[in-house]
């Protein structure tokens, strides 16, 4: 998506997302594609809640998935590396 470019390295969540404005925690709001593929977005390590949505098909599971774990604020410092399977 960044080489058709869809969205850039600087490309933040509330870009890509505006409906989750009121829903994820608002230090999340700002970050970019950038700190979330470097592991540096502060974004906790694993998913929770993985179980809860195995009925949806892949798409909407990380939709749902993602959108539920950046509920609470960030477990790390941002830009700082921390790996991330949410990003």
């Known amino acids: 998506h960044i080489d058709a470019g869809i969205i850039s390295w600087d490309t933040k969540i509330m870009d890509v997302f505006p409906e989750w404005i009121d829903f994820i925690h608002p230090d999340y709001h700002t970050v970019t594609t950038h700190e ?4 540096t977005s502060g974004v906790k390590a694993n998913f929770s809640k993985d179980k809860k949505y195995r009925e949806l098909d892949i798409k909407q599971r990380r939709y749902k998935l993602v959108k539920v774990n950046l509920i609470d604020p960030p477990k790390h410092k941002r830009c700082e590396y921390s790996y991330s399977n949410l990003g």
């Open 36 to 39: 979330l593929l470097t592991h």
